[in-house]
């Protein structure tokens, strides 16, 4: 088969697409395609955007693209190319939505929760991620608690507005969450944090036992292969940030359950750790079986962010 240069493969994709979508949908059968957290697309897939934006022949299809206010400037230029665009703003909740949630989340009438509301309003602003995590923190806490009897929740809202006092962003809500996983629980979710938003678990897996390993290591004298116990903590890990919210199941492997939540565990990193680690991690994908220009290119990505650490010219 006659080999086609770069350029050639991409248009060639391209027209892929449009062919696919313009057979695909009809009047009977419209097609809605859903894209979050647009701002973050690479250059090629923003192309693919554009393309079908720009394409006045393709009928009864929808793109939905969702992106943060803030970051806005980074996909206007894309969104000039659509025929016709819908502007929707998605606010938070209003007061008495906020009301309502809790209402149902304590089994109490809204009577009743009037004054936490006032409380959860003020500390979570109606961000409804941050309200889950704010009624999960203080139920943990045993400041929300079941009584069985009635069905529904005891609390003192004073005494939640005392020990929340600190708590009054998602980001202070996570550290202390965080706080309470084991370490490698911890070690585990940092190297997935750098892996991206969702990940495989078989290469988090061998790139977590690798970096737990190599912190093992550091501190203590062992062999050069990965310990049974190494393996074992790297899947109890994965089993209790799946139990605590911090990542979800897929039916690819994993994702993190809120991408605050995949940078809260990335801000873990200290001085050169986070280079140590995209070192660990590009050497773990050119170990591992598969795809060589997968692997290859994942492995370049991750190596090319530790620089610092290449000590010979093979590697760079």
């Known amino acids: 088969m006659k080999e086609v240069d770069l350029d050639t493969s991409v248009l060639k994709f391209k027209v892929a697409c449009k062919t696919f979508l313009r057979a695909m949908a009809s009047n009977s059968h419209p097609v809605v395609i859903f894209i979050d957290d647009i701002q973050w697309a690479d250059e090629g897939s923003r192309q693919i955007i554009e393309m079908l934006l720009r394409d006045a022949e393709l009928k009864n299809v929808m793109l939905v693209l969702a992106y943060r206010d803030e970051e806005a400037a980074q996909v206007e230029n894309m969104l000039i190319h659509a025929n016709t665009a819908v502007d929707i703003q998605l606010s938070t909740l209003d007061p008495g939505s906020v009301c309502t949630m809790i209402s149902f989340i304590t089994g109490s009438s809204s009577e009743n929760v009037h004054d936490l509301c006032d409380l959860v309003m003020k500390r979570t602003t109606g961000n409804p991620f941050h309200i889950l995590f704010f009624m999960e923190t203080i139920q943990r806490e045993g400041l929300l608690v079941l009584d069985s009897k009635n069905g529904s929740c005891v609390f003192e809202v004073d005494t939640i507005q ?59 004298s062992s062999s050069d292969t990965i310990s049974a116990s190494t393996q074992t903590a790297v899947l109890v890990s994965l089993s209790q940030a799946v139990k605590e919210g911090f990542i979800e199941t897929t039916r690819n492997g994993y994702q993190f359950s809120h991408d605050k939540v995949q940078s809260a565990f990335q801000s873990l990193f200290i001085d050169t750790e986070e280079d140590q680690a995209h070192l660990l991690i590009g050497n773990a994908f050119l170990a591992i079986d598969g795809d060589k220009n997968t692997r290859m290119y994942d492995a370049a990505v991750h190596l090319n962010l530790a620089p610092g650490f290449l000590s010979d010219d093979t590697q760079r």
Do not use: P, Q, W
Request: proline share 0%.
């Open 162 to 220: 005392r020990a929340t006092m600190v708590l009054d962003n998602l980001a202070e809500l996570l550290a202390r969450k965080i706080e309470l996983l084991s370490k490698d629980s911890i070690e585990t979710l940092k190297v997935a944090s750098l892996l991206g938003y969702h990940f495989r678990e078989a290469i988090l897996f061998e790139v977590a036992c690798s970096v737990i390993e190599e912190t093992r290591r550091s501190s203590e």
